[in-house]
């Protein structure tokens, strides 16, 4: 697992930077590969939202 570009993804992506930017940066040639990322970024934030609310 790469967790570095995974986590710095994620919190690019959480300080609006777009998609195709991290794309770019990750170099992922298709799109689905780096929605990824923002999938992760949803899952997480519900699994703490149910953990502390």
Do not use: V, W
Request: aromatic share 10%; glycine share 6%.
């Amino acid at each position: 697992m790469r967790t570095k570009p995974r986590t710095t993804s994620c919190q690019l992506l959480d300080n609006g930077a777009p998609l195709n930017f991290i794309q770019g940066m990750l170099g992922h040639e298709k799109a689905s590969a780096t929605q990824i990322y923002a999938q992760l970024r949803d899952e997480r934030r519900r699994e703490l939202y149910r953990r502390f609310f």
